[in-house]
């Protein structure tokens, strides 16, 4: 079963907006992690963020992490039309070690 | 570094043939993993290795079985493919089991009719 949930499913844009998606999930966790797929391609790391952190940032990424709310957000200021890709989070918990990943959101960004 | 590779990139089987998706990673990484994605359905774990010469069932191991040849090589067979196996199956890495990163293969895109 899914541990974590993305939100929006789907999300279009205009370049140079941010793009905002969150993740919810069930049971503690350890660490979050937010993945990349580009169409057709394997799922690139993006950023992990531990359960004892609340905000970390890369680049034009910013990932906050509430464990009172058991949700995380990924912000992509600026988005660039090379943003659009499926974003996944991933999160281990319920016992096991394993990352388990949602089923993504969808970010278009339109030239 | 070539990363994550798997072979084939593209497969179609009839049903009840068997086949087997090969993985090699040159990171020296000590787990390795298989995923099948399915549309609306995100990835789901069907074996992982954690370390070489120990593979354990993940969410759907159902009509799977895995070899860890060794510390680079994870390979996933399909005894008897069926229609509901059709996927895009992606292998993926990390240095440990579980909280580090993953770093995934290119994906076989596999067709059962």
């Known amino acids: 079963s899914q541990q974590g949930e993305e939100d929006p499913q789907a999300l279009s844009i205009q370049e140079g907006e941010n793009a905002t998606m969150n993740c919810s999930y069930k049971?503690?966790?350890?660490?979050l992690q937010w993945y990349r797929q580009n169409s057709g391609r394997g799922l690139v790391h993006l950023i992990l963020i531990r359960s004892n952190e609340r905000e970390k940032h890369s680049g034009r990424l910013r990932v906050t992490l509430d464990t009172s709310k058991k949700s995380s957000s990924l912000l992509i200021t600026a988005s660039r039309a090379a943003d659009t890709a499926s974003y996944f989070c991933?999160?281990?918990?319920?016992?096991?070690?394993?990352?388990?990943f949602g089923r993504g959101t969808s970010l278009i960004v339109h030239p | 570094n070539a990363g994550v590779t798997q072979t084939p990139k593209f497969q179609v089987l009839k049903t009840g043939q068997s086949m087997t998706l090969q993985c090699a990673q040159d990171m020296n990484h000590n787990s390795m993993y298989w995923y099948r994605q399915d549309p609306g359905m995100g990835l789901r774990l069907i074996y992982y290795?954690?370390?070489?010469?120990?593979?354990d069932k993940g969410e759907v191991p159902n009509g799977y079985n895995v070899s860890r040849l060794n510390k680079r090589e994870f390979s996933l067979r399909l005894e008897s493919a069926a229609p509901s196996q059709t996927s895009v199956y992606f292998c993926?890495?990390?240095?440990?089991?579980?909280?580090?990163?993953?770093?995934f293969g290119p994906g076989t895109r596999l067709t059962v009719l």
């Open positions: 049971t503690s966790i350890n660490n």
């Open positions: 290795s954690a370390s070489e010469g120990t593979t």
């Open positions: 991933a999160t281990d918990g319920g016992g096991s070690y394993i990352p388990t």
């Open positions: 993926a890495s990390s240095e440990y089991r579980g909280t580090d990163t993953q770093y």
